[in-house]
């Protein structure tokens, strides 16, 4: 793996909360995103993807480049580059065995990618790694044993009994599954701090854009790779530590009868991904409902009274849970600004939504009560009720 694109590595001046947590509640105490070196912004992706994998039909090239306009992504990082095809042509080539050679990439290229975020949010939390008692770590990326939640504390310098726990292939819901997970931990271990790690690359679906994989078009106009990292626990040690969000109550749900809907399956040429094309009609016909049980505690009644940190699955999802729940233009700011600035990078881009989020609430009379979503295979809806402090 290249040298890794850190962002936010000045740790901030924290300010102090507005509102006090909730004693017990689990809270986010500090944030950080890593990204590869390679950024691709999106008018120049189209000549250089046909010119990498040599492929020369004028029909697709046309048809990825209505789609590069469609998604809103403006710009991209990816552990893709000249010296990776240079090293492993066969990347490139239509039907080749490759997943020994995409899993030699990908499995330390996300670790690496989760260990400068992780090292920038260690830096805005201020406290010392061995005070990490748990780790969530969450990827579709890698496939190995001991998995990457291993190599990330052994390269942290964690604490040997650091309780881990690792989330595979739960695709684009993967981080909020992850903050759940992490909840409950911190809520039901007194004391602990749990860092939970994202880390993803298209490394295992790279391969030639063919009409026969319309998906594959899709995935190479939208996907992107990187990290992110959070701390979460409960009652913050006042002076020492800083919450910026509360997580107030996680529910989970999966649609039956609709496991179909996106599909992916691993072979020796990777992984291959299939969309239905009624994923965003799906979630338009059950997200009302869904977040009627995440808000009912609040008593808030108006949707456009919450903050809205959603997954930006693509622009598609984002314009129809808008138009379903009456939001205002600019309720779905901060996914839109995540989407365009780094494309949808699957369990990751929640924390970039939620980091933009945060910027947002500082200023006055921002919302106390908001909605952490995302939606993935199963079909499943993730959500968190948020409580900004």
């Not at 609709?258 to 599909?263: G, L, Q, R």
Request: hydrophobic residues 35%; glycine residues 8%.
């Amino acid at each position: 793996m290249s040298q890794i694109n850190n962002t936010s590595v000045t740790k901030q001046h924290p300010s102090p909360t507005r509102r006090a947590p909730t004693p017990g509640k689990a809270t986010i105490l500090a944030i950080g995103k890593a990204f590869p070196r390679q950024l691709v912004p999106q008018d120049r992706l189209v000549e250089g993807y046909f010119r990498d994998t040599r492929c020369d039909d004028l029909a697709v090239k046309e048809k990825l480049e209505r789609l590069c306009k469609t998604t809103t992504v403006k710009t991209r990082y990816t552990v893709m580059s000249k010296e990776i095809l240079e090293k492993y042509p066969e990347l490139a080539t239509e039907g080749s065995p490759t997943i020994k050679q995409r899993l030699e990439i990908a499995n330390p290229a996300v670790v690496e990618m989760a260990k400068e975020a992780s090292l920038v949010c260690l830096k805005e939390w201020g406290r010392p790694a061995e005070d990490i008692t748990h780790i969530v770590y969450v990827s579709s990326s890698e496939i190995r044993l001991p998995g990457g939640d291993l190599y990330l504390a052994s390269e942290l310098s964690l604490r040997n009994d650091v309780g881990r726990v690792m989330l595979y292939f739960l695709g684009c819901y993967g981080g909020v599954t992850g903050l759940r997970v992490a909840k409950d931990i911190a809520e039901n271990n007194p004391g602990s701090r749990v860092l939970l790690t994202t880390s993803e690359t298209t490394i295992l679906g790279f391969r030639p854009p063919s009409k026969d994989r319309p998906y594959d078009l899709v995935g190479a106009a939208l996907f992107g790779d990187g990290a992110a990292a959070v701390i979460i626990g409960s009652n913050p040690i006042l002076g020492k530590e800083f919450p910026f969000m509360e997580l107030n109550y996680a529910i989970q749900q999966f649609l039956p009868g609709t496991h179909n809907v996106i599909d992916g399956r691993l072979s020796e040429e990777g992984i291959n991904f299939k969309l239905g094309r009624d994923l965003p009609q799906k979630i338009e016909d059950n997200i009302e409902e869904f977040c009627k049980k995440l808000i009912a505690k609040t008593g808030l009644k108006e949707y456009n009274d919450l903050f809205w940190a959603v997954h930006p699955g693509g622009p598609a999802i984002l314009n129809r849970l808008e138009s379903t729940l009456n939001l205002k233009n600019w309720k779905l700011e901060c996914s839109r600004r995540a989407l365009m600035d780094f494309g949808n990078v699957s369990s990751n881009t929640i924390f970039y939504v939620m980091e933009y989020m945060r910027e947002e609430l500082k200023k006055e009379n921002g919302e106390e009560w908001g909605l952490a979503l995302a939606f993935g295979p199963g079909i499943t809806f993730e959500g968190i009720l948020l409580r900004s402090l």
